[in-house]
């Protein structure tokens, strides 16, 4: 009897910290659908650092970033990032951020 009790405490644990483990990833993706209005698309454009701020900007416009710790360590760099906007905000939240290859890079410096 002692031993299934056992067993089966064993295997509620596991499962109680295999399922706290996926929470993480799981949650972002259920706030960022949740976010009222905005898009998700990807941008390129390069990362500018204004006094303590970050911001992302476009051929077309600077972005104010709601979560500008993802932005840390690219200052000035040429970047793609897959966001959700709020053009009636000048804001975006970004969910992805990664290094354009180098024939992207050369196609941009040419235009």
Not at 2 to 8: D, F, K, P, V, Y
Not at 9 to 29: G, I, K, M
Not at 31 to 49: C, E, H, K, N, S
Not at 66 to 88: F, I, S
Request: proline share 5%.
């Amino acid at each position: 009897m002692r031993t299934i009790l056992l067993a089966l405490s064993l295997c509620f644990t596991l499962s109680v910290v295999a399922l706290s483990q996926n929470a993480p990833n799981q949650a972002p993706r259920t706030t960022q659908a949740g976010r009222a209005g905005a898009r998700l698309i990807t941008i390129m454009g390069t990362i500018q650092q204004d006094g303590d701020e970050l911001r992302f900007v476009t051929d077309q416009r600077a972005w104010n970033v709601d979560n500008p710790e993802t932005l840390n360590g690219h200052e000035g760099h040429y970047v793609h990032a897959r966001a959700y906007v709020y053009p009636d905000k000048d804001s975006i939240h970004i969910v992805e951020l990664k290094l354009p290859t180098a024939s992207e890079t050369e196609k941009d410096n040419m235009r």
